[in-house]
């Protein structure tokens, strides 16, 4: 797989949005939380979200096929 396909099936542009969201509840959870901590959390989430990403598409893939051949799964990319 290339490496552009599976960051458009993973959502790429969305994670910036995702690491933000886990570093403001962070900041406002628990302010005392140290670095290493946070920046672990905000990769397990950025992480979820594209495998989530992953499996939309994978589920999705007889509609994609019908509506969306353009996207990675159904284009056989």
């Known amino acids: 797989m290339k490496l552009a ?3 458009r099936l ?5 994670l910036p949005t995702v690491a933000i969201g886990a570093l403001t509840a962070a900041a406002l959870a628990a302010p ?3 670095p290493v901590r946070t920046a672990l959390a905000c990769a397990g989430l950025c992480a979820m979200y594209a495998g ?8 999705d893939r007889d509609l994609d096929r019908a509506q969306r051949p353009g996207k990675p799964i159904p284009s056989g990319e």
């Open 5 to 7: 396909t599976a960051l």
């Open 10 to 14: 993973s959502r790429a542009p969305d």
């Open 32 to 34: 005392q939380l140290p």
């Open 52 to 59: 989530g990403g992953w499996l939309d598409d994978a589920f």
